[in-house]
């Protein structure tokens, strides 16, 4: 099993412009999420999903949009990058199940840039 | 509000010599709590959580509730420790995690 990829691993977009990162897992988890990376920081997470057709807001949700039609994928958009979009993000998957919590598990990242 | 603290952004320490990585929450209910480990050029991978009450690579952390602390502690530092280290209390709706800024640990010969 590959786990969660990411596409692409590096960009840079220019001011205004639109992209979107892909993320797939094949781990059939339920749950999926988007965080992001700054410098010197803790993993924010933008938005998250239970399910197929199901997503929700996370901590700093502005400036993106995400879909989920598919358990697999989980692909993130920006529509007008801005600088302050300039991070590392990170998508991450969660299986549903068990009495305890379960532990995500994690891609590995696309370094975005916005100029 | 919900916050995880990492007070130190950076630990170095010798090779052998014992190992304590702080974390502090602040947090309603009863969370899981996990430590997650990003090696260099290596994705985040989750290094124990404290359900399961095991030792993973001789790290351990013990939850304190009365302090709301859950501090990762080895006893002998080995160089293949060096690392960034997060805690991360989870919640259980969608386990989500709020991470910490995390800690650069670095074990010097």
């Known amino acids: 099993n590959a786990g969660v990829t990411q596409t692409p691993k590096f960009r840079i977009l220019k001011i205004g412009q639109s992209m979107t990162l892909q993320c797939t897992q094949d781990m059939n988890h339920n749950y999926m999420y988007w965080y992001r990376q700054d410098p010197g920081m803790g993993l924010k997470l933008i938005y998250y999903?239970?399910?197929?057709?199901?997503?929700d807001k996370g901590e700093v949700p502005n400036g993106y949009n995400v879909s989920r039609s598919t358990t697999e994928d989980f692909p993130l958009r920006l529509e007008l990058a801005a600088p302050s979009q300039t991070s590392v993000y990170f998508c991450a998957s969660s299986y549903r199940g068990g009495v305890t919590n379960q532990p995500q598990h994690f891609g590995d990242g696309t370094r975005l840039s916005i100029l | 509000a919900q916050r995880v603290t990492q007070p130190e952004k950076l630990l170095s320490v010798f090779k052998g010599a014992p190992v304590e990585l702080k974390c502090n929450y602040s947090y309603s209910g009863s969370p899981e709590l996990f430590w997650y480990v990003q090696y260099s050029r290596q994705r985040l991978q989750l290094l124990l959580r404290?359900?399961s009450r095991e030792s993973i690579k001789g790290f351990t952390a013990d939850l304190n509730k009365g302090e709301t602390s859950f501090h990762l502690k080895k006893p002998f530092a080995q160089e293949e420790d060096s690392a960034m280290y997060y805690c991360?209390?989870?919640?259980?709706?969608?386990?989500?995690?709020?991470f910490g800024a995390g800690t650069i640990l670095r074990v010097k010969s």
């Open positions: 404290h359900i």
């Open positions: 999903s239970v399910g197929a057709g199901i997503t």
């Open positions: 991360a209390p989870q919640l259980e709706y969608g386990n989500k995690l709020v």
